[in-house]
């Protein structure tokens, strides 16, 4: 990268501090993550123990977050997480999903609420916590308008009342802070929605057990019930004050107007989209090996065309999406808006490289690929969540079209 003015110009080599910073964390991933990640799969746990080593080093706090985030090129946040998920995808997860409440927070929040707040998301290397982002219902997937939970203002008693339900909240239940969305006026749609903090032991919100999962089964997962959960009024984010605001300019604001969460979630995709990486470079290198190694008909299976063709092909487009990924995080990090869907482009191309990847990596072993006993398997069920979660391919699709032609795809 190379300055110039307040834009940070587009530039492929890394610099001293995310060349460290990438090593660091690989070395982290292949010395704690991967001897571990067999057994939490198995186990299907929160790997509390490897949250812990992670606190103890740095890896695991809201210092951390903000170091990455203050690389004004954007690469250091996919850097970081391209090398966690390339040590297992559900540590991965048990380890970043935290971060996806506090970016809700330091995104909407006061600072007063980041200083409050955040630091009860992560705990301490004594006593690890973790936190939930609470936004998906039954109902209310992709279609975020269609939200049903509700949050009614009791103004004599500076309250706040929820009532409702979310689905597949990472961390969900077992958190120590949960961040949650709500519905504040029902007939803006996805704009008459609020962010707002459920304190640690807040009577009324309910987890259900850990729910089964193809993969990431380290990563809790849990709907999670809210009835009739009282909340002071300084857990809204961003203050009431802010809130009847925006309000007022939803409900003044043509209906075409982009809503404001929309582009929070298309900032947010490069950083999943580099998780989709990581597993995908993970299955590539394992099976370049394996491919050297295993011989039949008396060579090496690499020598055989169908074999070496298909290792060319995943490694291409492992590195045309990590472009991507690198591109729409640059961009997001400067200010550069995305005129055609780049932050979509960026996780769907990732997350679709992924399951193509993880796939061939198992055919390449054969037999062997879907035995437990190599990691190809766990890395292929690990992999299909990124065409579904933090927006689905046919959702990424429909939020490029949109871009590229000015229209209202339906």
Not at 28 to 57: G, M, S
Not at 103 to 124: H, K, M, N, R
């Amino acid at each position: 990268m190379r300055s110039k003015g307040p834009v940070v110009e587009f530039w492929l080599d890394l610099n001293e501090e995310q060349s460290d910073l990438r090593d660091w964390i690989h070395g982290f991933a292949e010395q704690v993550i991967r001897p571990a990640a067999a057994e939490w799969d198995e186990r299907e746990e929160t790997p509390w123990p490897v949250l812990q080593e992670a606190a103890k080093i740095g890896l695991y706090g809201f210092e951390f977050l903000i170091n990455t985030w203050a690389d004004n090129t954007g690469l250091s946040l996919p850097i970081a997480n391209e090398e966690l998920f390339w040590g297992d995808g559900g540590i991965g997860m048990a380890i970043s999903g935290t971060s996806l409440a506090v970016a809700a927070i330091y995104g909407s929040g006061t600072p007063e609420q980041l200083v409050e707040w955040v630091p009860q998301c992560f705990g301490d290397a004594d006593e690890p916590k973790v936190a939930a982002f609470c936004s998906t219902e039954p109902e209310a997937g992709s279609d975020v308008a269609s939200m049903k939970t509700r949050a009614v203002y009791h103004e004599a008693t500076d309250e706040w009342v929820l009532t409702g339900q979310k689905a597949y909240a990472t961390n969900g239940g077992i958190a120590n802070v949960h961040v949650v969305t709500a519905s504040v006026d029902p007939e803006l749609g996805s704009r008459g929605q609020a962010a707002f903090i459920v304190p640690p032991g807040t009577n009324g919100l309910v987890g259900t057990k850990k729910l089964k999962k193809l993969g990431l089964r380290a990563s809790h997962t849990a709907d999670v019930f809210l009835d009739e959960v009282r909340l002071p009024g300084s857990c809204l984010l961003g203050g009431k004050d802010a809130l009847d605001e925006r309000l007022a300019r939803a409900r003044s604001a043509a209906p075409k107007n982009k809503n404001a969460a929309m582009r929070t979630f298309e900032l947010s995709r490069p950083a999943v989209g580099a998780q989709a990486l990581g597993i995908a470079r993970a299955a590539y290198e394992y099976a370049l090996e394996y491919a050297k190694h295993r011989v039949a008909f008396g060579r090496p299976i690499i020598e055989n065309q169908a074999i070496a063709f298909a290792l060319a092909d995943m490694k291409m487009e492992i590195d045309a999406a990590r472009l991507l990924v690198w591109r729409a995080a640059w961009m997001g990090r400067n200010d550069k808006p995305f005129t055609a869907g780049e932050g979509s482009m960026s996780k769907l191309k990732a997350g679709e490289v992924a399951v193509a990847v993880t796939e061939k990596a198992v055919q390449i072993l054969g037999g062997a690929g879907y035995l437990r006993e190599h990691p190809v398997e766990r890395m292929f069920r690990d992999a299909k969540i990124y065409t579904i979660f933090e927006g689905t391919s046919e959702i990424q699709r429909l939020v490029i079209s949109r871009a590229i032609s000015g229209m209202q795809i339906r």
